[in-house]
């Protein structure tokens, strides 16, 4: 019913792009702020960038601003994150997830979560 699918990661080189998708189904993400978040072993999941329900203001961890773009699309029901400049430190799992109403970009807030997408960056 309510879920988030991630798609868009793979292998890509340093220095390459990869645009990462995050779809929704069962609800309209207009009403909600979607974040995506992070995550490589041994380290807590971070939020990486965030775009609100109203205004469309975002949110850039600062290891990625000027590199990375999120994007709504709301006739498709999906957002983006196009992230360009790859670097190692890049390599993850890549989750979305929506908040309703919200705002922030702050994991505990977010309702509703993707399976995540494996993004490596490696030579």
């Known amino acids: 019913q309510l879920q988030l699918v991630e798609s868009g990661g793979g292998l890509v080189q340093p220095g390459g792009s990869l645009r990462l998708s995050c779809a929704a189904s069962?609800?309209?993400?207009?009403?909600?702020?979607i974040g995506w978040f992070r995550q490589v072993p041994g380290k807590e999941r971070e939020g990486v960038s965030c775009?609100?329900?109203?205004?469309?203001?975002?949110y850039y961890l600062d290891s990625v601003k000027g590199r990375f773009t999120i994007s709504r699309d709301n006739a498709k029901n999906t957002v983006y994150l196009q992230m360009n400049s790859l670097k190692p430190e890049d390599t993850a799992v890549y989750y979305c997830?929506?908040?309703?109403?919200?705002?922030?970009?702050?994991?505990?807030?977010?309702?509703?979560w993707g399976q995540g997408t494996q993004v490596t960056v490696s030579s």
């Open positions: 069962g609800f309209t993400l207009d009403y909600y702020a």
């Open positions: 997830a929506a908040d309703w109403g919200g705002s922030s970009c702050h994991e505990a807030e977010y309702d509703y």
């Open positions: 775009i609100s329900s109203s205004d469309g203001s975002t």
